[in-house]
């Protein structure tokens, strides 16, 4: 008796030994993987679509429409890459629900499943000046799933990448990180690009703020190698980029006061306390020498009380979006827009 409760014994630990073993080989959430899809919607609210993109996955394979030299990418373009099994990418008019029938604008889908974990970077070609929208999904079902949205202006001829880390072993809805890459250029394009589009003011005014763009882009080369100091004895480039970071808030800071209080009349938007407060802050600091050298002979004070000025709420939050990416990947920190930070204080009231 006590010999056959020992074997049970080692019977009952074996089969746990087994399961554990199991487990760890494939672990319950694992199952769950094959269920989980996402999808990518994308267009430029226009007839036809200005924008196309390639959805590459950790292993390199791709789905999506690269461009073809010489070939017109509209109308209706199906995918020329389809590379990742179990993709789908197709553009489609956008259905009017109102009417009842298929609309006038064209857009894009992209559909995914099964989900393998790892990063996927999606790349944007654009082929006119326009303002894009893009639509992330990840779910398990329609009642289950998280949506991130965002737009943005694209330059005729240029491309720009998002990414983000998918792991389908998370429960769902779990947010994905999506990471946009901005450059100096990009925020040049975007501005650029508002203006063309009638949504930011004239030529003169675009002009003293691709010139901010250009002193910020200048003062990072401080960061990289500052004056007086030899790479070659040690030196190290400053981590945080205070310099361009602050010159950065300064140009958010303008675009903020003519889209609050131009309403294209000059007279209501006068910049010049917070220059103040700037110059003050940091006009004896030695890393802003060239800046305010620069500025301070910029033909942007003979036009200021004369220029068209506006910036309207679409291309605010676009280039301010993309500034505050660019501040943060130089090591600083986002500063809260006052007109938001209010609002929230007044929700905890």
């Known amino acids: 008796m006590e010999l056959d409760d020992l074997i049970k014994s080692k019977r009952i ?16 959430t694992s199952f769950a993987q094959d269920d989980v899809k996402f999808n990518i919607f994308a267009g430029t609210n226009s007839e036809d679509i200005k924008i196309h993109f390639v959805l590459t996955d950790s292993l390199g394979r791709r789905t999506g429409y690269l461009p073809e030299p010489g070939n017109d990418p509209s109308p209706l373009r199906v995918a020329n890459l389809q590379e990742i099994p179990n993709t789908f990418y197709d553009t489609e ?80 809805p779990f947010k994905p990180i999506i990471t946009k890459t901005v450059t100096f250029q990009l925020l040049r394009d975007d501005v650029n690009v508002a203006y063309k589009l009638n949504q930011i003011g004239d030529d003169k005014f675009v002009d003293s703020l691709i010139r901010m763009i250009n002193l910020a882009e200048r003062l990072v080369e401080i960061c990289d190698n500052p004056k007086g100091h030899d790479k070659s004895k040690g030196h190290k480039k400053d981590k945080v980029c205070k310099p361009a970071i602050a010159v950065l808030n300064m140009f958010i800071k303008r675009l903020e006061i003519a889209n609050r209080k131009c309403d294209n009349k000059p007279q209501f938007c006068d910049e010049e306390p917070a220059w103040l407060a700037f110059r003050k802050e940091h006009g004896k600091d030695k890393n802003f020498k060239d800046f305010f050298k620069e500025w301070d002979k910029d033909k942007w004070h003979k036009w200021k009380n004369k220029c068209k000025r506006f910036v309207t709420d679409e291309a605010l939050n676009i280039i301010r979006g993309d500034a505050e990416i660019l501040i943060q990947d130089l090591g600083g920190k986002v500063k809260p827009d006052k007109k938001e930070k209010k609002t929230k204080n007044n929700e905890h009231d």
């Open 93 to 172: 008019r956008l259905w009017d629900e109102e009417a009842g029938d298929v609309g006038s604008d064209e857009s894009i889908q992209f559909y995914s499943h099964p989900v393998i974990a790892g990063t996927y970077t999606i790349t944007v070609f654009a082929f006119a000046d326009t303002t894009y929208y893009m639509s992330f999904e990840e779910y398990l079902s329609i009642d289950n799933k998280i949506s991130i949205e965002f737009k943005g202006f694209m330059s005729s001829g240029t491309t720009l990448q998002y990414a983000t880390f998918i792991d389908p072993t998370k429960p769902i």
């Open 13 to 28: 630990n074996m089969t746990i030994i087994f399961c554990l073993a199991l487990f760890l080989i494939f672990p319950l």
